[in-house]
């Protein structure tokens, strides 16, 4: 199946007000000194709190990195999995209604703000107090999505493989977000912990795959990784399998060395291969059969 075929495009809109004014001349002061950045840069003057308005920009963010999950960006819009869609969906109406109660609470505090913010630059008063109008600022709050069915002119057909490509970015990202997580660390996890780093990357690859011989390449390596991670017990903070997910993340989270996976020349089988060409895993039961074989041999004399 190609990728317009199973995918929805998702068109997000979210708006609200900026907190902005735009500066006048008589902003600047006679003398050449300007009020302080936070106040008035690039011609536009804070008129608002912008702590008050970061709560909009994160439901946003949330929005997004739902449809990012199973999904991927494209055309200013995201193209999400059919087999995800619903979900997707449930999960935007979720977001739309802490939106609108964030909008709420924004109007009922709006004059408090104001005053707080006023008093808290007030030897700058004459450049932030404006008349403001809450009907016409709450208007410009929004929270919504329009669903697009798609599909190519013929001749003009989408570019699979750079589809795939903003695919396999995305999941970098996620993977030296992951790998970050992981480098240093200084307590001890548990196996479930350790895979949970790799599921929202397995996820994605999975519903976004559309037999891309790429994203279908990656997820094997990513199962492979999983099923080499043990299933029980504890993983010390020194266990070498915690070295080898780093590894294998941080080389999906370079475009260049992702290449040697997608290409063959590089696997999570070499990247886990122990002494004498043997896995890691395999040394580690010759290992315990041998430390066991020892124990019993003491216990006889």
Known sequence: MEFHNGCTLVHLRVRKWGGEAKALDSDYLADGELPPAKLLKRGQKAVFPPSALTTFDTLRRKAERVLLSKGTRFAGSFLVANDYLEDALELLRQIEGEFAEAKTKFLMEFDSNLDNWLAENAEHERVI?????????????????????????????????????SVLHEVGVLCNQAADGLVGRKNDILPASLVAKLEPMMAKLNAMRFNNGRLVRLLDQFEELENAIPSDGVIKKDDPIIGHVVSFLSTCGSERRLESILNGETSVKTMLQGAHGKLIAEVAEEDHIVITSRARGRSSF
């Open 129 to 165: 107090r404006q008349i403001l109008d809450k009907d016409y600022i709450g208007a410009k709050f929004d929270f919504g999505y329009d669903l697009l069915e798609i599909s190519p002119k013929p001749g003009h057909e989408f570019d699979e493989e750079a589809i795939s490509s």
